[in-house]
């Protein structure tokens, strides 16, 4: 083997026992091992120029390192969290003589709660699993594993909370980079929905919120279609505004998504015939949905020639404020017990 191959692997190994918390791990797997860019990758493409017998006995090689680096990864991450499940046992004691605390009153649950564990419900009974994620996430599911380019505005410092000396590492601004990661997870067919907290450097007013969630949906098996996506939205539309309710469906760009679709329904407070919380439109925007694009279904280990997908994304939110009639979105993460205790 060349001798840059002897290298890469001494200083991967070197990288790899160097990462200090998950976070760093995970940035040197996606570094070395990552689909598009990663140094294996690029170190394997270099097999082309070899000849045919050097080119069997370097492959041979190269599989035989990859699945070196595979294990190495994987005994890091199970001893960072190994090492920090002892730090827990260890700062978390407890002092059997400190005086026990007054009763309190009993509390419920958030007004997002409450229509996320609808929704969950919903879903589960039409044979849906429910996902979490990170809340931190990284460049690469954030952004490009969903045909996000480097040059897409998204990316921009202003719309987006990168986190200080990591900078291929954001707060999630979408569930979204779930889509990718429950395809390599758990592959097709998939039927899966992610609730989640997301992150936008908003200007904060009655309708925008830096902090908020988001309710996201993914279907991939053969054979699926738009008619697919259309009747699951008009069964969750139905479910929360009622039998009359009509879905609308209109043209709009997603990166992740081709077609994409902006999803409306019928305003439930006018049945449609206008009013002033649908701006006398009689429709209100609740979701963005579309066909899932081949590149991401690539990135996420499916074979698009076999395999279609919709994935739809609602802002629940959005769902809250609707359901409840509550004006400033800005009441849901306030705080404010005058607020919460009316639900």
């Known amino acids: 083997m060349p001798l840059d191959v002897e290298k890469f692997e001494s200083e991967a190994l070197v990288a790899i026992a160097e990462a200090k918390d998950r976070a760093a791990l995970e940035e040197v797997e996606n570094r070395l091992l990552g689909r598009k860019q990663g140094e294996f990758t690029l170190l394997m493409r270099g097999l082309s120029e070899l000849a045919a017998p050097e080119k069997k006995s370097a492959g041979a090689r190269l599989n035989e390192l990859k699945g070196k680096l595979v294990e190495a990864v994987n005994q890091k991450r199970a001893a960072l969290e190994s090492a920090a499940w002892e730090q827990i046992s260890e700062t978390e004691k407890v002092d059997l003589t400190a005086p026990a605390l007054p009763p309190r009153k009993s509390g419920h649950f958030h007004p997002s709660t409450l229509v996320q564990r609808d929704l969950e419900n919903l879903f589960t009974s039409m044979g849906f699993a429910v996902l979490d994620g990170p809340e931190v996430e990284s460049d690469y599911y954030n952004f490009s594993a969903l045909n996000i380019p480097e040059t897409h505005p998204a990316r921009e410092l202003q719309d987006t909370f990168y986190i200080k000396g990591h900078n291929n590492w954001v707060m999630r601004t979408h569930t979204s980079p779930m889509q990718v990661r429950a395809m390599q997870k758990y592959g097709a067919p998939?039927?899966?929905?992610?609730?989640?907290?997301?992150?936008?450097?908003?200007?904060?007013?009655?309708?925008?919120?830096?902090?908020?969630?988001?309710?996201?949906?993914?279907?991939?098996?053969?054979?699926?279609?738009?008619?697919?996506?259309?009747?699951?939205?008009?069964?969750?539309?139905?479910?929360?505004?009622?039998?009359?309710?009509?879905?609308?469906?209109?043209?709009?760009?997603?990166?992740?998504?081709?077609?994409?679709?902006?999803?409306?329904?019928?305003?439930?407070?006018?049945?449609?015939?206008?009013?002033?919380?649908?701006?006398?439109?009689?429709?209100?925007?609740?979701?963005?949905?579309?066909?899932?694009?081949?590149?991401?279904?690539?990135?996420?280990?499916?074979?698009?020639?076999?395999?279609?997908?919709?994935?739809?994304?609602?802002?629940?939110?959005r769902l809250v404020m609707l359901k409840y009639g509550i004006d400033d979105v800005r009441l849901l993460e306030s705080g404010n017990m005058k607020f919460l205790e009316q639900f």
């Not at 039927?191 to 925008?208: I, L, Q, S």
């Not at 988001?214 to 479910?239: M, R, T, W």
């Not at 990135?299 to 279609?308: A, R, V």
Request: aromatic share 12%; with cysteine.
């Open 190 to 317: 998939l039927r899966v929905v992610v609730p989640g907290k997301c992150y936008r450097n908003e200007a904060t007013d009655v309708r925008h919120e830096h902090t908020f969630y988001q309710f996201e949906g993914l279907v991939v098996d053969e054979g699926i279609n738009f008619s697919h996506l259309k009747g699951v939205l008009e069964i969750v539309a139905k479910h929360l505004y009622g039998e009359k309710t009509e879905v609308r469906l209109r043209p709009k760009y997603y990166p992740f998504v081709e077609p994409g679709v902006n999803g409306e329904v019928t305003c439930f407070t006018c049945a449609g015939k206008g009013c002033r919380l649908c701006k006398n439109s009689g429709w209100l925007e609740v979701f963005g949905a579309g066909m899932v694009h081949p590149n991401v279904l690539i990135e996420g280990n499916i074979d698009p020639q076999k395999y279609t997908g919709f994935a739809f994304g609602f802002g629940l939110t």
